[in-house]
């Protein structure tokens, strides 16, 4: 099992930034991906971002191109997402997620462990 915890959520404005973690514990063994996905009420689970094991290879959603930033410390077992110039609509819940193959970037539809989410909430 792996465990994953997330922080770093809360209110911001408009415009402002925030940076998300997640710790990763358990059966972390080898080389794993990363990635995060968020949601609001009534809607599906959408994806985010995602990060190789090494590092060197990232994707992301259209809508946070080049607003935000999956980095990871694999040291501490850690993925942040760096968030920038943040809009209303990015408010929800922001989960973390785990692949235990992490050479390539995964569907987003495979990952197999979840956190249980931090709230962003961006005020307009």
């Known amino acids: 099992q792996v465990q994953l915890v997330e922080s770093g959520g809360g209110l911001v404005q408009t415009g402002g930034s925030l940076r998300l973690s997640c710790a990763a514990s358990?059966?972390?063994?080898?080389?794993?991906?990363m990635g995060w996905f968020r949601q609001t009420p009534g809607k599906e689970r959408e994806f985010v971002a995602a990060?190789?094991?090494?590092?060197?290879?990232?994707s992301y959603a259209d809508s946070v191109k080049g607003r935000f930033a999956i980095s990871r410390d694999n040291a501490r077992n850690t993925v942040y997402l760096q968030m920038n110039n943040l809009k209303p609509e990015d408010t929800a819940v922001y989960f973390c997620?785990?692949?235990?193959?992490?050479?390539?970037?995964?569907?987003?539809?495979?990952?197999?462990?979840w956190g249980r989410g931090t709230q962003v909430t961006v005020s307009s």
């Open positions: 997620a785990y692949h235990r193959l992490g050479l390539v970037l995964p569907n987003p539809n495979d990952f197999e462990y």
């Open positions: 358990g059966r972390t063994f080898g080389s794993y991906a």
């Open positions: 990060i190789t094991w090494s590092g060197r290879s990232t």
